[in-house]
């Protein structure tokens, strides 16, 4: 079965600082993989996935991700936080064929100015 | 491109009691899907429907949860009779089709208290 353990369940950062945010995956093959993010009362918005081929994907406000098969990781990454990117994140694996996503429990994201 | 639509928005209920949640995917998507986000919890898949038949219910609790997606549009998930441990978010998201894009729209949510 697949699952995802996102470690840190609460990370502080400055404005202005580089941001890294822990996923690690299981999984029997090759797998989807989805980074998430949901600010308070509102739905989640895909910020990148991957699929297949580069392993570093590039998604929406500047954040990209690495896909490390050797280590299970995908890792959320940002040069540079804003204020706005205060929100809980999720990473997810998806199985091929029927698209059935398997969430992480989270990581809150807090910025301090 | 209006998103997925989830209604109510909030809703309180004593447990014992039913209630019931609607859904409007993005238009054209045959794909919905029906998740519960409990406090601190990623979301969990409860159910699954390609156009308005079910790929996947196998989280879905049966003794109380009913789900339909009749016409393959609109979705309604109820809960019947409500406990405690049902407080959650219920999320609804849709896709465009199964292998297609892999990549699915979520709503608002609606946020269940059972007291």
């Known amino acids: 079965a697949q699952s995802v353990t996102q470690p840190d369940i609460h990370i502080t950062v400055s404005e202005g600082a580089s941001l890294e945010l822990r996923c690690n995956y299981s999984?029997?093959?090759?797998?989807?993989l989805f980074w998430y993010v949901q600010s308070p009362g509102q739905g989640l918005q895909l910020l990148l996935k991957?699929?297949?081929?580069?392993?570093l994907v590039q998604g929406i406000k500047g954040f990209e991700a690495e896909f490390k098969r050797s280590q299970s990781s995908f890792n959320l990454r940002k040069p540079s936080v804003h204020w706005s990117d205060a929100a809980e994140y999720f990473c997810?694996?998806?199985?091929?064929?029927?698209?059935?996503?398997?969430f992480g429990t989270g990581t809150r994201l807090t910025i301090i100015p | 491109e209006a998103g997925v639509a989830q209604s109510p928005r909030y809703k309180i209920i004593e447990k014992r009691q039913s209630v019931a949640f609607w859904c409007n995917p993005i238009?054209?998507?045959?794909?919905l899907y029906w998740y519960q986000q409990i406090l601190g919890q990623g979301p969990k898949l409860l159910i699954q429907?390609?156009?308005?038949?079910?790929?996947?219910d196998s989280q879905l609790p049966k003794d109380r949860f009913s789900a339909e997606r009749l016409k393959g549009v609109d979705s309604t998930l109820k809960i019947q009779p409500a406990k405690l441990e049902d407080s959650a978010v219920y999320l609804c998201?849709?896709?465009?089709?199964?292998?297609?894009?892999?990549?699915?729209?979520f709503g608002p949510g609606t946020r269940l208290t059972v007291t």
């Open positions: 998201a849709s896709s465009l089709r199964l292998g297609q894009s892999y990549e699915q729209y």
């Open positions: 999984y029997g093959a090759t797998p989807y």
């Open positions: 991957y699929f297949s081929g580069d392993t």
């Open positions: 997810a694996v998806g199985a091929r064929g029927n698209e059935k996503l398997t």
């Open positions: 238009s054209g998507h045959a794909t």
């Open positions: 429907f390609q156009n308005n038949g079910v790929v996947d």
